[in-house]
């Protein structure tokens, strides 16, 4: 009895040993933990899946632009309200023009409501000259042609009917199209280049190839495209000035529940600086001087709120003409007012006596117009638009952006006179008055 007693307590022991040693050998194990996502087992040897994209551009390739550093950035340190550029010869050619015509004679022909085609088969009656259309055209043309050479027959039928041909020598072809590619030899001076793209896309051009290397600019349009471009031309080359602006955009927050206190601005500049108020149906404008510059701008901000610059650069337009300046293009990052646009219209000269700028400013969105202020200014103003909440461009019913946080504009004019090279002195500094007595000769 005792050693059966023995014999179960030496057992129980040995299993007791036992039992420890496995549950040690269990607490010493070390299990890799795993992470599901969307009944999908993920662990360090896991490839990453992701959902499948549309064939669209991504965004950083679509906002390259060789532009952008030369629209987006503006040396204040360094800014000539005035300056002079010698006067160079713009060039537009058409591209696709095809071969000569044949040396044929034409006379006693007339054409009355019919189309570019139809007129221009009964022209080539008798020859082996066959006419294409490339695409439909329903436009009507009359006229007489009393004598000339074919080249200026189907030129003028071509004017009237507002569509462009081309020639195929080999294949005995006249081409009818109604749009067409153009190159545009540009001058080297880079304001005026911007001048002629800014006015562009102020007409609502848009595909424009420019090459920068050898400052040509190749467009594809129609008649009226055509006629757009050739008068911007003729405008940049007869006239006197072109007109600039410099833009810093700010989102403005005030550091407290309160609103900016823009009344302020008369004390900590004087009146003297702040010379016209123009209100807008949204917004402020306000026409001050030389010293109220981005520079002291941003440091009375910051006394009353946090300055945050969302946007900068500049662009040009000829005078009498209209340009804009796209927020987004120039922005620091995607923000709400990426879709706003800062047009403009203006020109520099006689204003009741007086030298003046006289420009149009709009501010307008996707959604419309949102404000527009008449500025008439003198050489050297400036103008600041305030007041535009910055809850104009929230699309949400809730937002967590102050309802006193605001857009604040700033925009600085310059003047850019082209003239003959030879007319340029060199034989002193045209600056200060010097500068303004030169322009008013």
Request: proline share 5%.
């Given at each position: 009895m005792k050693k059966t007693i023995k014999y179960l307590l030496l057992t129980c022991a040995v299993l007791a040993v036992g039992a420890c040693t496995?549950?040690?050998?269990?607490?010493?194990?070390?299990?890799?933990?795993?992470?599901?996502?969307?009944?999908?087992?993920?662990?360090?040897?896991?490839?990453?899946?992701?959902?499948?994209?549309?064939?669209?551009?991504?965004?950083?390739?679509?906002?390259?632009?060789i532009e952008l550093p030369?629209?987006?950035?503006?040396d204040w340190d360094n800014q000539a309200v005035v300056s002079v550029v010698p006067e160079e010869k713009i060039e537009i050619v058409r591209l696709d023009s095809g071969d000569e015509l044949p040396a044929l004679n034409v006379?006693?022909?007339?054409?009355?409501?019919?189309?570019?085609?139809?007129?221009?088969?009964?022209?080539?009656?008798?020859?082996?000259?066959?006419?294409?259309?490339?695409?439909?055209?329903?436009?009507?043309?009359?006229?007489?042609?009393a004598s000339g050479n074919l080249t200026d027959a189907v030129n003028l039928m071509a004017k009237l009917g507002r569509v462009y041909y081309s020639y195929d020598a080999a294949a005995k072809e006249i081409h009818l199209f109604n749009r067409t590619?153009?190159?545009?030899?540009?001058?080297?001076?880079?304001?005026?280049?911007?001048?002629?793209l800014d006015a562009m896309h102020g007409a609502d051009m848009r595909n424009l190839l420019v090459d920068w290397q050898d400052k040509t600019l190749v467009f594809e349009g129609n008649y009226q495209t055509e006629r757009e471009v050739t008068k911007i031309i003729s405008d940049i080359s007869s006239k006197k000035y072109v007109l600039a602006w410099d833009m810093d955009v700010?989102?403005?927050?005030?550091?407290?529940?309160?609103?900016?206190?823009?009344?302020?601005?008369?004390?900590?500049?004087?009146?003297?600086?702040?010379?016209?108020s123009i209100p807008g149906v949204v917004g402020r404008a306000l026409v001050v001087g030389p010293e109220i510059n981005s520079k002291t701008l941003q440091e009375f901000l910051s006394q009353q709120s946090n300055v945050v610059l969302i946007s900068q650069g500049r662009?040009?337009?000829?005078?009498?003409?209209?340009?804009?300046?796209?927020?987004?293009?120039?922005?620091?990052?995607?923000?709400?007012?990426?879709?706003?646009?800062?047009?403009?219209?203006?020109?520099?000269?006689?204003?009741?006596?007086?030298?003046?700028?006289?420009a149009k400013i709009?501010?307008?969105?996707?959604?419309?117009?949102?404000?527009?202020?008449?500025?008439?200014?003198?050489?050297?103003?400036?103008?600041?638009i305030i007041g535009i909440p910055t809850h104009s461009f929230v699309t949400t019913?809730?937002?967590?952006?102050?309802?006193?946080?605001?857009?604040?504009?700033?925009?600085?004019?310059?003047?850019?006179?082209?003239?003959?090279?030879?007319?340029?002195p060199t034989n002193k500094m045209l600056v200060g008055d010097a500068l303004r007595d030169f322009l008013n000769e």
């Open positions: 496995r549950t040690g050998q269990q607490n010493a194990i070390e299990y890799d933990t795993v992470q599901v996502i969307d009944n999908l087992v993920i662990d360090d040897n896991s490839v990453p899946i992701f959902p499948k994209k549309a064939a669209l551009t991504t965004d950083t390739a679509r906002r390259f632009s030369k629209r987006c950035t503006v006379s006693d022909y007339d054409f009355k409501q019919q189309t570019v085609r139809a007129a221009l088969d009964k022209l080539l009656e008798g020859t082996d000259i066959a006419v294409v259309e490339e695409e439909p055209m329903f436009e009507k043309i009359s006229g007489s042609i590619k153009w190159l545009i030899k540009m001058p080297h001076d880079e304001s005026i280049i911007m001048a002629l700010y989102r403005v927050y005030p550091k407290t529940d309160n609103p900016i206190i823009w009344m302020n601005l008369l004390p900590a500049f004087g009146e003297k600086n702040v010379k016209m662009f040009v337009v000829p005078n009498g003409w209209q340009s804009r300046f796209d927020i987004g293009q120039c922005g620091k990052e995607e923000r709400l007012e990426t879709d706003l646009i800062v047009g403009a219209s203006a020109k520099y000269g006689d204003y009741a006596g007086r030298k003046k700028i006289d709009v501010l307008r969105t996707s959604n419309g117009e949102l404000s527009s202020f008449n500025i008439p200014s003198s050489v050297g103003d400036n103008y600041v019913p809730e937002t967590l952006i102050s309802p006193f946080a605001e857009l604040v504009v700033f925009m600085s004019p310059r003047i850019i006179s082209i003239v003959d090279a030879a007319d340029i």
